[in-house]
Every structure is written in structure tokens, then in C-alpha cells.
């Protein structure tokens, strides 16, 4: 049997469907809304919602160098536009805290002190017999660094061979003699010290080469001390005449200071720190060395804040005082955390550092991990974790890229003699281009990468942009990787057991002895041994 439904039964069923129908997609479009509301009130609340956050891509070096012109200006009235310590560098410091100041930052400024040395008066360097002699300051002699006013007259000068223990010292010697004193062995600090500690009245150190030195004094040094060429040095070993030697400097005590920026987000037992020093020579503005490091710190940290972006591991952003007179800023800090928060100390997973990397005949450097295993065994294996990580980045952005020593000479310097694994990039500074080098990175074969290096013509001008944006978007990439890697930065940071090496004995004659900060803007041209 068929069943008949009538037409006006089917217009209802129809007319039912669309009802319900219609009260659905009002249904639908409420929910919508109301899901789109909420998420606009938990952003506005909450501050936003986690989600992918590339750091690097919004970075732009435009931003950079706006900062660059800013650190430049506000040491304007200083001379040479200096912002090293002593003279513009309180300027760049409230540049920065004025920038950091409105972010979310967790910011704290860290004062230490430096005692900085000064020369005098031109030294003398005479011989009175058997010969009458005056020699020339800078042609044939050169006063040590951290030697102050001081004078020894008409003394005998009596051969102490490399002048580095007792034994050296032969029976002949008297005190108020002048020690001749061969290049060589052990450093120039414990060369002087014990000079002065037998009576000398002076030294006088001869080099191996035929060229001029510069060296510092030991801490304290009461006595004249010069450098003489080899040449020189083995004329004066085969008279050892009587001389007349006076030296004239100066040491003032500066307050100064490190700025450090935490991020509220990120473990704080796996603590990544960015390091760029802030200061300059008195020579120059220092833009390139080491503006180009500090304004990419900066920019980083300011597009961290303005992102939101939430680490997974705490970042720290620090801006290193006296680096110049020998990594002083940042030794206080790694000194200060060793010496009072052991626990703070083992929450820093590793450091990475950037310093010159706007060179404008740049290469594109990293350090490279395994050449600091001599010095500094116990980090190898963290930092050449690292390393892979900028290889990875480079390769993935196919630009070339080759590497750079890992001595110590840097801000990472500190961390890694305290064991804390670290690296960075470096574009180059007084070092000459190679052939090889000009056919991979471009630019000016047998021509330094940095001409303006420690120079008054280090400024805006001085920076290659095309480098600079390269390289500071890869700092930043590298960055955020180990900022959102719990398991590599665990690895990181458990790749040693910490092994502190004693850093002031490898380096004790460009920096501080006995937990003293003393400096000299002579720093990068100072010899070690």
C-alpha cells in the first residue's frame, strides 16, 4: 500500500528545515563571535598568545643603525668622540637604559671599579758610560705600560738572562742594579715583579726580533721599565753599560658599569646570555668595535619585549663595560658570580658574544670552538655545539662563512676560563685580507678588514650595512634557537663539570691581578709573553 503525503504537508517540512537551519547558522555565527571576543580579551589581558615568533625576520639593520647614530651623537662632545670609559661612555650607558627602560625587561645596572693608567711626560733612556748616548722614546725604546714615575740614575746594568726565577739572577747581582732582561718564557708581569722584589732599580726587556714591543708592568711597579729591540737589547748584553733610565705615568680609579636585561619568561636554571661590550677606545667612537655588537643587542632585546616572545630558556642581555682595557666588565661580572652566587653562576647555560660585525672590508667569522682546547680544554665540546648551530644557519641561508680564533681575546673570555661554554662572530679588525679570503668574501685583498680599527674614523660611515644586517640576523636566529631548545642547551650546559681555569695567569699582563680591574687602552696591542 502506497502512502500519500499532500503538498501543503511537504511546504511545512520545508518551511521547518529552513527555521532550524537558519537558527543554526545564528548559532554558529554567535560562537564564532564569541570565540573571536575572547581571544581579543586574552590578548589584551594576558598579553598575547604563545605562537610562532621569528626574530630575525623582523629585525631589520636599518633599526640597527639608528641606534649606531645615536651612541655616536651622544659622545659627540667628548674627544675624538670617544665613548670609552673615563671619558663619553655614562652616554651610550643612558642610551641604553633609556631604550630598555620601557620594556618589561627585568634591568639592573652593575657598578665596578677600574683603575685606568696614563702616560706622563716623554720617558728617558740614556747610556752615560762607556759611551754618551741618548736614545730615542718610540724609535729605540718604548716605556711599559703601568709603570708611573719613576728614575734610575747612572746604574749598572747587569744581565739576568730571561729574568724569571731566582737562579736567574746571578751572584754578581746587587740591589739598586738595572736588570737586562731577555723576551721569553714567562710573562712580562712576573718578569718585573721579581725585579723589582731583588732591589732593582730598573729593567730594561730585549726582544727576539728586531722590532720594538709593547708589554705592561706588573701591578704596583715602583721601578722604570723599558722594551728594546733585540738589536739593541744585544749590543747593550755585550757592554752592559751604565744608563740612566726615567719613565713617567699615572693610574686614576673610575667607576664604571655593566648593564644587564633579563626576560620575566624562560627557565631560570638554563640562563643564555647575549655579551657585547659598550665601550670604546679614547681614540675614536668605537661604532664598529663595538656599536655593531651593542645596537644589535639592543634591537634584539627591544624586538624580544615588543613581540612577546617567551623563551624557553631565560634570556639575559649585557652590555659590558671596559672591555678595552681588558675585558674588565664582563671578568667583574663572571668574578662577582663566582666569588658570591655560585648558584646564579651554574644557571647560565653558555654565552654568546658579538663584537665587530659591520666591518667594511669584513669576512664572516666564527669562532672556532676546538682552537681554545690549548687554554681552555673544558669547553670545547659545549662551544662546538654551538658552533653547529651557526654552521646550520649559515648553510641554511647559503652564505659562506669561515672561521675565527677562540683565545680569550673577547668578552666570551671570562665565561670560558670559568668554564662556561660560549661563541660568537667577528667580521675582522686590524688583521689583512687574504687573496683567498677577497675571492670568498669579496672586498680589498692585502687591506685590513678594518681599517678605521681603534681609529677617530670609526664611525657610521665606517660600517658595511649589507655585513652588518647579515650577520646580525644570524646572531639573532642562532640566538632564538638556543632560547627555544631545552634539550640542546641542556647538553650545552652539562657538556663540562665547570673546570674554572685560572684566566688572570694566562692574560695577567693585559688584566687585573688578585681580583683588581686595572687597565690599559693599550690593551689590544699588549704582547703576552
Not at 20 to 47: D, M, Q, Y
Not at 137 to 145: G, P, R, S
Not at 329 to 345: H, T
Request: glycine letters at 8%; hydrophobic letters at 40%.
Amino acid at each position: 500500500m502506497s502512502t500519500y503525503t499532500s503538498l501543503d504537508d511537504q511546504t511545512t517540512e520545508k518551511s521547518i528545515r529552513s527555521s532550524s537551519n537558519k537558527r543554526t547558522f545564528v548559532l554558529v555565527g554567535v560562537l564564532f563571535i564569541t570565540i573571536i571576543v575572547v581571544i581579543i580579551i586574552l590578548v589584551a589581558v594576558f598579553g598575547g598568545i604563545s605562537g610562532p615568533v621569528n626574530l630575525s625576520a623582523k629585525l631589520n639593520a636599518n633599526d640597527i643603525m639608528k641606534h649606531l647614530r645615536e651612541l655616536q651623537d651622544a659622545a659627540a662632545d667628548q674627544p675624538n668622540g670617544s665613548r670609552a670609559v673615563a671619558l663619553g661612555y655614562n652616554s651610550s650607558v643612558a642610551y641604553i637604559l633609556s631604550q630598555l627602560n620601557s620594556t618589561k625587561l627585568n634591568v639592573s645596572v652593575q657598578h665596578f671599579p677600574v683603575s685606568i693608567w696614563s702616560a706622563g711626560a716623554t720617558p728617558i733612556f740614556k747610556q752615560n758610560y762607556p759611551l754618551v748616548i741618548d736614545y730615542k722614546n718610540q724609535v729605540d725604546f718604548q716605556q711599559f705600560t703601568y709603570t708611573v714615575n719613576a728614575v734610575s740614575v747612572n746604574q749598572t746594568l747587569v744581565s739576568v738572562g730571561l729574568g724569571c726565577t731566582d737562579s736567574d739572577y746571578p751572584p754578581s747581582w746587587v740591589p739598586g742594579n738595572i736588570a737586562l732582561i731577555q723576551r721569553g718564557d714567562c710573562n712580562f708581569v712576573d718578569k718585573t715583579g721579581l725585579a723589582q722584589s731583588k732591589g732593582a732599580s730598573g729593567a730594561v726587556v730585549y726582544n727576539t726580533s728586531p722590532s720594538l714591543f709593547s708589554a705592561r708592568a706588573h701591578d704596583g711597579c715602583a721601578i722604570p721599565v723599558i722594551a728594546v729591540s733585540s738589536t739593541l737589547g744585544y749590543g747593550l748584553l755585550e757592554t752592559l753599560p751604565l744608563l740612566t733610565i726615567e719613565t713617567y705615568g699615572s693610574i686614576n680609579t673610575y667607576i664604571t658599569s655593566n648593564i644587564i636585561a633579563d626576560t620575566i619568561d624562560g627557565r631560570s636554571d638554563r640562563v643564555v646570555v647575549w655579551g657585547s661590550h659598550l665601550d670604546s677606545v679614547p681614540a675614536g667612537p668605537g661604532i664598529n668595535d663595538n656599536g655593531s655588537g651593542s645596537a644589535t643587542n639592543l634591537q634584539v632585546a627591544l624586538l624580544v619585549d615588543k613581540l612577546k616572545y617567551k623563551p624557553k630558556n631565560k634570556l639575559r642581555f649585557c652590555w659590558w663595560g671596559a672591555e678595552e682595557i681588558g675585558l674588565l666588565g664582563s671578568q667583574f661580572y663572571v668574578q662577582n658570580l663566582l666569588d658570591n652566587d655560585r648558584e646564579e653562576y651554574k644557571r647560565i647555560a653558555l654565552n654568546l658574544n658579538f663584537d665587530m660585525i659591520g666591518s667594511p672590508n669584513f669576512f664572516r667569522g666564527i669562532y672556532q670552538a676546538s682552537s681554545g682546547a690549548a687554554d681552555f680544554p673544558s669547553i670545547v665540546n659545549g662551544s662546538s655545539m654551538i658552533q653547529d648551530v651557526f654552521e646550520e644557519e649559515f648553510n641554511s641561508r647559503q652564505i659562506s662563512y669561515n672561521f675565527t680564533s677562540f683565545d680569550g681575546r673577547s668578552d666570551y673570555g671570562p665565561f670560558i676560563a670559568a668554564g662556561i661554554p660560549a661563541l660568537g662572530l667577528f667580521t675582522g679588525a686590524e688583521g689583512i685580507k687574504s687573496i683567498d679570503y677577497r675571492t670568498q668574501f669579496g672586498g680589498l685583498a692585502n687591506a685590513a678588514y678594518d681599517p678605521c680599527y681603534h681609529l677617530i674614523c670609526d664611525t657610521v660611515d665606517n660600517i658595511h650595512v649589507d655585513a652588518l644586517s647579515q650577520m646580525s640576523q644570524i646572531a639573532t636566529a642562532v640566538f632564538q634557537k638556543l632560547a627555544d631548545d631545552e634539550e640542546l642547551v641542556d647538553k650545552i650546559a652539562l657538556s663540562n663539570n665547570r673546570t674554572l681555569t685560572n684566566f688572570s695567569s694566562k692574560r695577567k699582563d693585559l688584566m687585573g691581578l688578585e681580583g683588581k680591574y686595572v687597565g690599559t687602552y693599550d690593551y689590544h696591542k699588549l704582547e703576552l709573553l
